[in-house]
């Protein structure tokens, strides 16, 4: 029996401003540093923003999970929750898929 497609989120980006955080492979240190910026640089903007994280966010990094842990958490309000972006060919993608993570 196959498994029902699960409903995708759709979001209206235009008058939201989104920042994307790409390939974080497990670098909690940098994950901050980029969320720090985006936190200054938001702050100036009125309404709720959006973050994106693209890629993979485990692997060759020594702290992969704090790097899960932090994506979990509640971000600041006037920040949308990280919204991941599914990579169909990623290893890391089909593996959590099989988890079903994703």
Known sequence: MAR???PRLTLDIA????YAIGDI?????LLVK?????LRDGGQLPGRKLIVTLGDYIDRGPESSQVIDHLMEPPPG???PHLPCRQSR???ARLYRRLDLL
């Open 34 to 38: 980029a969320e720090a910026a985006i």
């Open 90 to 92: 990623s290893r890391h």
């Open 4 to 6: 029902q497609p699960r």
């Open 78 to 80: 006037w920040i949308r």
């Open 15 to 18: 008058a939201i401003p989104t």
């Open 25 to 29: 492979h497990g670098r909690y240190d």
